[in-house]
C-alpha cells in the first residue's frame, strides 16, 4: 500500500515522485526501464527561451531539475543578452550520460520512494475515486493517489518513411493498454506526434565548414544555490551549419516517402508547431534560401553529435543524402536514424488547476499525457502535481500558481482553459506579465512557497532571507543618497549627462547609459552582484513594472469572482451560443479563467459578472 503512485520515469515523473517522498509520503514511481529514468530521448539540452526560466522557478520551489542540470553541463549560455530582461533565459548542454545518473542517484537515495520496473495496464477506480493501479503481469498495487506520467510511451509508434512500429523511443515497449482502458473511463483521447533527426558520428564531421559556438565565459547556474560543478574554460563547444539548395532539392523529391508526407496514410496525430521537421521547414517557408542548423554535443562518454533542427521522418537512404548535402558533414556517418513518434494524450481541459482529474477523484497527471512538449514543462507539471498529491493527502488547501508569479502558473492555466492543438511549448510571448516573470527573481517569487512546503531547507531559506535583506538594504541606499552638481566631474567621465540640481542615486540608475557599478563608489556598504543587478533592473524598467502591476491587481478582482463548478450556464439567455458551448466544456474557476477563453467576448463576461453579483 502506498500513498502515491507515480506512472512514468521521465522528468515529470522524476519531479513528482521526488516531491510527494520529501513532503513525506511513501511514493512508488513505476517505471518501463529504470535505464531510461531521467532520459533525454531527443535534445541534449536543458533550458531554452522561457523554458530555462522554468528551470529556475523549478528550483525556487525545491525541485531537483536545475541542480542536477548543473551538474551535468557540456555547455552553458544565457540566451538573448542583447535583448530586453524579460526574455533573456539560461541554456545548457547537458550529458545525456551524467544528468540521468544524477537524478537516478537522487531518486535512490530519497526516503520514502520506492522504484520499480514494470508496466501499468490500467489504474483502478471505486465510486469514482483512485484505489491503485493493475500492472500488465496481473500485479494489484494500492494507493491513495494515482499520478501519470506517462510521456511519449502512451500507444506509442515509431515512423520512419513508410514504416510504422509499435514501440517507444529506443525501440522498448511502449503502454499498450492504459490509453484505451483510460478511455473507457470517460477520458478525452488525443493523437499527437513529434520527431528527433538523426546523430552522426563526431569523428566523421569536418568542422573546418562550420561556425563554433562557445558557452558564456562566466559562471552560470540554473540552480539558486550557484554551486558550479564544471570548468568554464573547457565547455564542449556546438557547431552551426545550414541546410543547401540540393538538401531542399532532396527533400521537395522524395516529400511522398516522408512519414508525413504520404508514406503512411494512417497519421492522426498532429505535429509540434514550434519545433517543425526539416521537411515541414522547407514546405511552409519555401522562400528561404536556407535553414540554420546546430551540431550540439550529446555526451563526454560517447560520440554522437546531436544534429539539432533536422528531425525527420524519411526512410534511411533518403536520410543518408540530406545529411550529406549538409556542409562539414559530406562524409558524416550515421549512428542512428531520424524518426516520428505518434502516441496518446488526453484532453487537459479536464483538469483541475491543481491537475487533478475532473473525472476521477485522487488521479493527477503531468508532462506530455497533458500535451505538452519539452522537458522542462513537464518537470514543472511533475512538480505540481506531486506538490498538490501530498498537499492532499494532508488535507490542504492545493498550490495554485498564478499567471502573474510564474512560467508554470502560465503554462497550467494555458493547458487548462485554452486546451491544445498540437504539443504545447513554452514561449515568452505566451506570458502577458513576462517583465514580472524574468529568470534572474524566480527565486524571489517563489521561494516563500517551497519553504512552506518543506522542500527548501532552512539553511537554504536563510540564505534567501539575507538576500532579500540586502536587496531591501541597498534599495534604501540608493533611494536616500543623493548626488548634487558637486559629482558633474564623475558624470562626465562616465559620459552622462551633468546635474543642475540633486538626484538620488536610483533616479540617477534610470539613465540607460549609466550601470550600476558605476554609482557602488557612492553606497555605504558593498553588494554582490545578484543584489546589484535586482536594484539596476528594478530601476531601468520601473514605469514597465509599474504598469504591469496595476494590469496584474485588476486581473486579480477577476481572478477572485468564484464561479461555482456546477453553473448553469444554459439559464443565461443573453450568453451567446459559442459563449455557453466553451464555458460548458472548460468549466472555468474564476471570471478571471473565464475571461481567458477563446470565444467568450467582453459582453459575455459582463452579463456572467452581473448575474454572479446578483
Same mark, same amino acid.
Given at each position: 500500500?502506498?500513498?502515491?503512485?507515480?506512472?512514468?520515469?521521465?522528468?515529470?515523473?522524476?519531479?513528482?515522485? @521526488?516531491?510527494?517522498?520529501?513532503?513525506?509520503?511513501?511514493?512508488? @514511481?513505476?517505471?518501463?526501464?529504470?535505464?531510461?529514468?531521467?532520459?533525454?530521448?531527443?535534445? !541534449?539540452?536543458?533550458?531554452?527561451?522561457?523554458?530555462?526560466?522554468?528551470?529556475?522557478?523549478?528550483?525556487?520551489?525545491?525541485?531537483?531539475?536545475?541542480?542536477?542540470?548543473?551538474?551535468?553541463?557540456?555547455?552553458?549560455?544565457?540566451?538573448?543578452?542583447?535583448? &530586453?530582461?524579460?526574455?533573456?533565459?539560461?541554456?545548457? +548542454?547537458? /550529458?545525456?550520460?551524467?544528468?540521468?545518473?544524477?537524478?537516478?542517484?537522487?531518486?535512490?537515495?530519497?526516503?520514502?520512494?520506492?522504484?520499480?520496473?514494470?508496466?501499468?495496464?490500467?489504474?483502478?477506480?471505486?465510486?469514482?475515486?483512485?484505489?491503485?493501479?493493475?500492472?500488465?503481469?496481473?500485479?494489484?498495487?494500492?494507493? =491513495?493517489?494515482?499520478?501519470?506520467?506517462?510521456?511519449?510511451?502512451?500507444?506509442?509508434?515509431?515512423?520512419?518513411?513508410?514504416?510504422?512500429?509499435?514501440?517507444?523511443?529506443?525501440?522498448?515497449?511502449?503502454? $499498450?493498454?492504459?490509453?484505451?482502458?483510460?478511455?473507457?473511463?470517460?477520458?478525452?483521447?488525443?493523437?499527437?506526434?513529434?520527431?528527433?533527426?538523426?546523430?552522426?558520428?563526431?569523428?566523421?564531421?569536418?568542422?573546418?565548414?562550420?561556425?563554433?559556438?562557445?558557452?558564456?565565459?562566466?559562471?552560470?547556474?540554473? =540552480?539558486?544555490? $550557484?554551486?558550479?560543478?564544471?570548468?568554464?574554460?573547457?565547455?564542449?563547444?556546438?557547431?552551426?551549419?545550414?541546410?543547401?539548395?540540393?538538401?531542399?532539392?532532396?527533400?521537395?523529391?522524395?516529400?511522398?516517402?516522408?512519414?508525413?508526407?504520404?508514406?503512411?496514410?494512417?497519421?492522426?496525430?498532429?505535429?509540434?508547431?514550434?519545433?517543425?521537421?526539416?521537411?515541414?521547414?522547407?514546405?511552409?517557408?519555401?522562400?528561404?534560401?536556407?535553414?540554420?542548423?546546430?551540431?550540439?554535443?550529446?555526451?563526454?562518454?560517447?560520440?554522437?553529435?546531436?544534429? +539539432?533542427?533536422?528531425?525527420?521522418?524519411?526512410?534511411?537512404?533518403? +536520410?543518408?543524402?540530406?545529411?550529406?548535402?549538409?556542409?562539414?558533414?559530406?562524409?558524416?556517418?550515421?549512428? *542512428?536514424?531520424?524518426?516520428?513518434?505518434?502516441?496518446?494524450?488526453?484532453?487537459?481541459?479536464?483538469?483541475?488547476?491543481?491537475?487533478?482529474?475532473?473525472?476521477?477523484?485522487?488521479?493527477?497527471?503531468?508532462?506530455?499525457?497533458?500535451?505538452?512538449?519539452?522537458?522542462?514543462?513537464?518537470?514543472?507539471?511533475?512538480?505540481?502535481?506531486?506538490?498538490?498529491?501530498?498537499?492532499? %493527502?494532508? &488535507?490542504?488547501?492545493?498550490?495554485?500558481?498564478?499567471?502573474?508569479?510564474?512560467?508554470?502558473?502560465?503554462?497550467?492555466?494555458?493547458?487548462?482553459?485554452?486546451?491544445?492543438?498540437?504539443? #504545447?511549448?513554452?514561449?515568452?510571448?505566451?506570458?502577458?506579465?513576462?517583465?514580472? %516573470?524574468?529568470?534572474?527573481?524566480?527565486?524571489?517569487?517563489?521561494?516563500?512557497?517551497?519553504?512552506?512546503?518543506?522542500?527548501?531547507?532552512?539553511?537554504?531559506?536563510?540564505?534567501?532571507?539575507? *538576500?532579500?535583506?540586502?536587496?531591501? *538594504?541597498?534599495?534604501?541606499?540608493?533611494?536616500?543618497?543623493?548626488?548634487?552638481?558637486?559629482?558633474?566631474?564623475? @558624470?562626465?567621465?562616465?559620459?552622462?549627462?551633468?546635474?543642475?540640481?540633486?538626484?538620488?542615486?536610483?533616479?540617477?540608475?534610470?539613465?540607460?547609459?549609466? &550601470?550600476?557599478?558605476?554609482?557602488?563608489? #557612492?553606497?555605504?556598504?558593498?553588494? /554582490?552582484?545578484?543584489?546589484?543587478?535586482?536594484?539596476?533592473?528594478?530601476?531601468?524598467?520601473? &514605469?514597465?513594472?509599474?504598469?504591469?502591476?496595476?494590469?496584474?491587481?485588476?486581473?486579480?478582482?477577476?481572478?477572485?469572482?468564484?464561479?461555482? @463548478? /456546477?453553473?448553469? #450556464?444554459?439559464?443565461?439567455? $443573453?450568453?451567446?451560443?459559442?459563449?455557453?458551448? *466553451? %464555458?460548458?466544456?472548460?468549466?472555468?474557476?474564476?471570471?478571471?479563467?473565464?475571461?481567458?477563453?477563446?470565444?467568450?467576448? !467582453?459582453?459575455?463576461? =459582463?452579463?456572467?459578472?452581473?448575474?454572479?453579483?446578483?
Amino acid at each position: 500500500m502506498y500513498e502515491i503512485i507515480v506512472v512514468g520515469g521521465g522528468h515529470a515523473g522524476c519531479e513528482a515522485s @521526488l516531491a510527494g517522498a520529501r513532503m513525506g509520503h511513501k511514493t512508488l @514511481l513505476i517505471t518501463g526501464n529504470i535505464d531510461n529514468i531521467a532520459d533525454m530521448p531527443c535534445n !541534449p539540452s536543458i533550458g531554452g527561451s522561457a523554458k530555462g526560466i522554468v528551470v529556475r522557478e523549478i528550483d525556487a520551489l525545491g525541485g531537483e531539475m536545475g541542480r542536477c542540470a548543473d551538474k551535468s553541463l557540456l555547455q552553458i549560455k544565457m540566451l538573448n543578452r542583447a535583448k &530586453g530582461p524579460a526574455v533573456r533565459s539560461l541554456r545548457a +548542454q547537458a /550529458d545525456k550520460i551524467t544528468y540521468p545518473k544524477n537524478m537516478l542517484k537522487t531518486l535512490r537515495s530519497t526516503s520514502n520512494l520506492d522504484i520499480k520496473e514494470a508496466l501499468v495496464k490500467d489504474i483502478l477506480v471505486k465510486d469514482g475515486k483512485i484505489t491503485g493501479v493493475l500492472l500488465e503481469d496481473g500485479t494489484v498495487i494500492d494507493s =491513495s493517489i494515482v499520478i501519470l506520467t506517462t510521456g511519449t510511451y502512451l500507444n506509442a509508434d515509431i515512423m520512419i518513411g513508410s514504416t510504422r512500429h509499435r514501440e517507444g523511443p529506443h525501440g522498448e515497449r511502449p503502454s $499498450n493498454y492504459l490509453s484505451d482502458n483510460l478511455a473507457k473511463k470517460g477520458f478525452k483521447i488525443r493523437r499527437l506526434k513529434t520527431g528527433t533527426p538523426p546523430r552522426i558520428l563526431r569523428s566523421s564531421i569536418d568542422f573546418s565548414k562550420t561556425k563554433p559556438e562557445y558557452g558564456d565565459n562566466e559562471r552560470l547556474t540554473f =540552480s539558486f544555490e $550557484n554551486n558550479i560543478y564544471y570548468d568554464v574554460n573547457k565547455q564542449e563547444p556546438c557547431f552551426l551549419t545550414y541546410t543547401t539548395k540540393k538538401t531542399h532539392e532532396i527533400i521537395n523529391k522524395n516529400l511522398s516517402k516522408s512519414s508525413m508526407y504520404g508514406g503512411l496514410d494512417d497519421i492522426k496525430g498532429v505535429g509540434p508547431r514550434y519545433c517543425p521537421s526539416i521537411e515541414d521547414k522547407v514546405v511552409r517557408f519555401n522562400d528561404k534560401e536556407r535553414h540554420q542548423l546546430f551540431l550540439e554535443p550529446e555526451s563526454l562518454f560517447y560520440d554522437d553529435i546531436y544534429l +539539432q533542427g533536422f528531425s525527420t521522418s524519411m526512410p534511411t537512404d533518403v +536520410q543518408e543524402e540530406m545529411v550529406h548535402s549538409l556542409p562539414g558533414l559530406e562524409n558524416a556517418k550515421i549512428l *542512428k536514424y531520424a524518426y516520428a513518434i505518434e502516441y496518446d494524450a488526453i484532453d487537459s481541459r479536464d483538469l483541475k488547476f491543481s491537475l487533478e482529474s475532473k473525472l476521477i477523484e485522487n488521479l493527477y497527471t503531468a508532462g506530455q499525457i497533458n500535451g505538452t512538449s519539452g522537458y522542462e514543462e513537464a518537470a514543472g507539471q511533475g512538480l505540481v502535481a506531486g506538490i498538490n498529491a501530498s498537499l492532499k %493527502l494532508d &488535507g490542504k488547501e492545493p498550490l495554485i500558481l498564478k499567471r502573474s508569479e510564474s512560467y508554470i502558473g502560465v503554462l497550467i492555466d494555458d493547458l487548462i482553459t485554452k486546451g491544445i492543438r498540437d504539443p #504545447y511549448r513554452l514561449l515568452t510571448s505566451r506570458a502577458e506579465y513576462r517583465l514580472l %516573470l524574468r529568470s534572474d527573481n524566480a527565486d524571489l517569487r517563489l521561494t516563500d512557497y517551497g519553504y512552506k512546503l518543506g522542500l527548501i531547507s532552512d539553511k537554504r531559506y536563510e540564505l534567501f532571507l539575507e *538576500k532579500k535583506k540586502n536587496i531591501e *538594504k541597498c534599495m534604501k541606499e540608493f533611494n536616500d543618497i543623493r548626488i548634487t552638481p558637486k559629482e558633474n566631474e564623475y @558624470l562626465k567621465e562616465i559620459k552622462t549627462e551633468v546635474l543642475t540640481s540633486g538626484i538620488s542615486l536610483y533616479e540617477l540608475l534610470k539613465r540607460p547609459e549609466i &550601470g550600476v557599478q558605476s554609482l557602488t563608489k #557612492y553606497l555605504t556598504n558593498s553588494y /554582490d552582484n545578484e543584489v546589484l543587478e535586482q536594484i539596476s533592473l528594478s530601476a531601468k524598467y520601473d &514605469g514597465y513594472i509599474k504598469k504591469a502591476m496595476v494590469e496584474v491587481h485588476k486581473m486579480e478582482k477577476a481572478e477572485n469572482t468564484r464561479i461555482p @463548478l /456546477d453553473f448553469d #450556464y444554459d439559464s443565461l439567455h $443573453n450568453l451567446a451560443s459559442e459563449a455557453k458551448q *466553451k %464555458l460548458k466544456e472548460v468549466r472555468p474557476d474564476t471570471i478571471g479563467q473565464a475571461m481567458r477563453i477563446s470565444g467568450v467576448n !467582453p459582453a459575455d463576461i =459582463s452579463i456572467l459578472t452581473m448575474y454572479l453579483k446578483g
